[in-house]
């Protein structure tokens, strides 16, 4: 079946370091890709998407791109901030069926000052 | 222009009541989408409305489970006789009706249901 397999965490990282949250998936047709990111107590936000393959998604800095040939879209950030410190969501949904989100587990990131 | 809500936020139940979680989707949006977030897990679909139809509740526990989007008012999800099991955080989601689908999903806060 479809699925989502994100790095686990939990990641800490120092202020104004470079971000990597690998994101791999599976699926049988042709999906498009998000990160969403849920802050302590709140529901989700998306934070980029892609549609196709190659699409690049961008949004406050975080940038990922779809990767078909190696079934990726892995996150990124070039210098985090104390207030990225969340938790993030890599999921896929399929195109021409009810557009169910399917989730990884999650990734856990604190950024300390 | 309001978000999608959910209530209550928190919901305390004894094994064997009833749960009702309540969500109003984004005004404008004809389409809501069911999760729930077990602990230290990822979000898992259960059930997609619109309004007056169930369309995909291939995720939705065969028993006690149950949800509806009636033409007026909220999406309604049911749990009926709970079980620890059943603890968890519920959410739920929304979009409208675009052609072509991709539509984003606009998600409410969650209600968390802990079951004593």
């Known amino acids: 079946g479809d699925s989502v397999t994100q790095m686990e965490g939990p990641v800490t990282l120092s202020e104004e370091a470079f971000l990597t949250i690998n994101c791999t998936y599976t699926a049988t047709g042709y999906p498009s890709l998000f990160w969403y990111v849920q802050y302590p107590g709140e529901g989700l936000q998306l934070l980029l998407k892609?549609?196709?393959?190659?699409d690049k998604g961008s949004n406050k800095g975080f940038e990922a791109t779809y990767r078909k040939e190696t079934t990726s879209f892995h996150l990124e950030k070039g210098s985090v901030q104390v207030s990225d410190s969340a938790v993030y969501f890599c999921a896929l949904s399929l195109q021409g069926g009810s557009e169910k989100l399917v989730f990884g587990k999650g990734t856990k990131l604190t950024v300390n000052p | 222009n309001a978000g999608v809500m959910q209530n209550p936020r928190h919901l305390v139940r004894r094994r064997g009541q009833e749960a009702r979680l309540r969500c109003s989707p984004m005004k404008g949006h004809s389409h809501v989408y069911w999760y729930r977030q077990l602990p230290e897990e990822g979000l898992k679909f259960m059930v997609y409305?619109?309004?007056?139809?169930?369309?995909?509740e291939s995720g939705m526990p065969k028993e006690r489970f149950s949800a509806e989007f009636p033409k007026e008012g909220p999406s309604i999800l049911r749990i009926q006789q709970v079980v620890r099991g059943d603890s968890a955080a519920y959410f739920c989601?929304?979009?409208?009706?675009?052609?072509?689908?991709?539509?984003?999903?606009?998600f409410g806060p969650g209600t968390r249901l802990t079951v004593l």
């Open positions: 409305l619109q309004k007056e139809n169930i369309i995909d």
């Open positions: 892609a549609t196709k393959a190659d």
């Open positions: 989601a929304s979009s409208p009706f675009l052609a072509g689908g991709r539509d984003e999903q606009f």
